[in-house]
């Protein structure tokens, strides 16, 4: 027994924590179901619009298209000349897995071990690649919050805190990129605007949904606010695709902002669902190769960045 364990300890680990991730999930939507009505959020959506839910879901893809193009960008200054089709493929993948096969690999990883192995570029870069897109579409994210906290609470409650945060993380962030990744610095700029426009949309998609649910816009700034909280909360690797964390961001705000909470956690549940039928376009390249289109082999791998580092 003790053996086995030694043996499968890396296996057994991942399981717990995934194991944990539901429990999490599981516990914050048990609590909110104990508080509110579904029956009122079910007859919220029967007399939504579900024109404006269309283009939140247009909204919420076009934003992940433009998050696939960004992570393009690092990819070609390590020498990974990928076609956009072919890098939104596996793009697509990524999200496939990180929503629903949690347990057996995440996205990111699963991109790093296939890049690496299949076209021999450094498994550093490529692992740095797929982190720097991450953290800079967490740092758009921050940002856009410390904004819309300055605009909701109109310069008080600590909005001098988070504000001095958005001013130094800027210039900390791109020293950070100078020192230990010098290759990606000539597109920190481009990738940094990319990371707000990816963001915007998903603002955009939040927007449609806070008309599709006929609520009052007199909140407007409040429900924002909310929405991109609870999106930091939800890259916590604490829940299934951050299912549960959102919810009850959305739904502790509204009682702090006296909002409706029923229309709040709806609203937070649509968005999740725009989540899940994009994560689903995925789902053909679990059997469909993205890497093996043969009318998109014209691949250059260089050595090294085109970029001098």
């Not at 909204?59 to 990974?80: E, H, P, V, W």
């Not at 299912?243 to 509204?254: D, I, K, P, Q, S």
């Amino acid at each position: 027994m003790r053996t086995w364990l030694v043996k499968n300890q890396k296996q057994i680990k991942k399981t717990a924590i995934l194991l944990l991730k539901i429990a999490v999930s599981v516990l914050c939507l048990w609590y909110i179901s104990r508080k509110i009505n579904f029956t009122e959020i079910y007859n919220s959506l029967l007399i939504s619009n579900w024109l404006l839910l269309i283009l939140a879901l247009a909204s919420f893809i076009l934003s992940k298209i433009l998050a696939s193009y960004r992570l393009n960008i690092y990819f070609r200054q390590i020498g990974l000349q990928l076609s956009g089709k072919m890098n939104l493929k596996l793009y697509w993948l990524g999200m496939f897995y990180n929503l629903f096969l949690p347990g057996s690999i995440s996205g990111d990883a699963y991109k790093v071990i296939r890049l690496s192995k299949h076209y021999t570029v450094s498994l550093k870069k490529t692992t740095a690649a797929v982190l720097l897109d991450r953290l800079s579409g967490l740092f758009a994210l921050c940002i856009l919050s410390v904004v819309l906290w300055v605009i909701v609470f109109k310069f008080g409650f600590y909005s001098w805190a988070v504000t001095c945060f958005a001013v130094v993380a800027v210039p900390v962030f791109y020293l950070v990129i100078k020192k230990y990744f010098k290759y990606f610095l000539p597109v920190f700029w481009q990738t940094f605007m990319l990371g707000f426009a990816v963001q915007i949309f998903q603002i955009v998609c939040m927007l449609c949904i806070i008309l599709a649910l006929n609520i009052p816009t007199a909140h407007l700034f409040e429900y924002l606010l909310l929405f991109l909280i609870s999106s930091v909360v939800a890259v916590l690797p604490i829940t299934i695709g951050g299912l549960g964390a959102r919810e009850m961001v959305f739904y502790w705000g509204a009682g702090y902002f006296l909002l409706d909470m029923h229309l709040a956690v709806t609203a937070s549940i649509l968005f999740y669902f725009s989540l899940v039928v994009s994560s689903l376009s995925g789902m053909p390249f679990v059997f469909l190769d993205p890497l093996k289109n043969k009318n998109e082999q014209s691949l250059n791998i260089a050595d090294e960045p085109k970029q001098q580092q």
